[in-house]
């Protein structure tokens, strides 16, 4: 993503995490309702949940310094709530476990974090709850990959064929997200797109007729579809291909349209259209390493300023 298209995001992202911190308590000395300091928590939670068991391996996942680790480790050994044992394939190796009462205080610091989840959630509708999820994992993830130096990761995604709640709605705001942000456009284009949406998801029980849908968490973030009644003559119109800004460059645009593709092939259409517009360059090298060649380009306003729209056609047989 550009830096300017970044820089939108920059100043709502900072003030969100600034919130975040505060309402979480971490501005206080001690967290979730404990007498211990935030890096103590994280630390009795890490090694708790057996995803981090030496002291190197929480110097990783906390972001902190050997010392620092160290100091507090001792200080949680010393107040009963950490005890260590030899590893397995080096004595010499120190392995973490919590004691007794270190499972105790962990019981104690789960509830009241899930208390104030719960507490926040309760109020805000099933959608938003999927999105907050599916956001914050996206976003930490790729700050750890950024401190490692790391490719970004991708979300687990999975490819579905039919018609899911939703469909109409998401998809239509997906396009939205990104063409009013790169293009402009407004209530115009996305009355327009609706209508078509709409007219498509009442036809997609016809044989000639299929959408595609990338699903996180059960969420869709990418959708293809394939109208093979109104252009008549066998041929097949891709139509409705967007993907969610967090999976751009990720190849979850690619495995979508080798759906849509695969399925004009066995439908034995003849040919398949797309309509775009120029410029957008990362979509027209994807078409065109797929089979798809332009054909025509023209110059209209049909969606509320002008563009250039480009026909691209890929013949079949």
Not at 198 to 204: E, K, N, P, V
Not at 236 to 252: N, P, Q
């Amino acid at each position: 993503m550009p830096i300017a298209e970044r820089r939108l995001y920059l100043h709502p992202i900072r003030d969100a995490s600034r919130h975040l911190v505060r309402e979480l308590g971490f501005m206080g000395s001690t967290l979730a309702g404990t007498d211990l300091p935030p890096s103590a928590v994280h630390a009795l939670i890490e090694i708790g949940d057996r995803q981090v068991d030496t002291a190197a391996q929480l110097c990783t996942v906390l972001n902190l310094e050997k010392s620092s680790v160290s100091r507090m480790l001792n200080k949680l050994i010393k107040a009963g709530e950490l005890a260590t044992q030899p590893g397995e394939r080096d004595a010499r190796e120190r392995i973490l476990r919590l004691t007794e009462q270190g499972r105790q205080t962990l019981a104690g610091i789960n509830s009241f974090a899930e208390r104030q989840v719960l507490n926040a959630l309760d109020i805000l509708p099933a959608a938003a709850c999927a999105d907050i999820a599916a956001g914050l994992q996206t976003y930490a993830a790729a700050l750890r990959a950024h401190r490692a130096g790391e490719a970004a990761p991708v979300p687990e995604t999975e490819i579905v064929s039919g018609y899911r709640p939703g469909f109409v709605a998401r998809t239509l705001e997906m396009h939205m997200q990104y063409y009013s942000r790169t293009v402009g456009f407004g209530a115009f284009f996305e009355s327009t797109v609706g209508t078509a949406l709409a007219d498509l998801a009442g036809r997609l029980s016809h044989p000639l007729n299929e959408t595609w849908s990338a699903l996180s968490g059960g969420r869709i973030v990418g959708s293809v579809s394939i109208d093979g009644e109104s252009l008549g003559d066998n041929r097949a119109h891709l139509r409705a291909f967007i993907i969610d800004d967090s999976l751009r460059g990720s190849g979850v645009g690619r495995k979508l349209l080798n759906r849509a593709v695969a399925f004009c092939d066995e439908r034995g259409f003849r040919e398949t259209h797309l309509w775009t517009f120029k410029g957008l360059d990362a979509a027209r090298h994807l078409y065109e390493s797929l089979g798809f060649v332009l054909a025509e380009e023209q110059q209209g306003e049909q969606w509320g300023q002008p563009m250039t729209e480009q026909l691209f056609i890929r013949p079949h047989g």
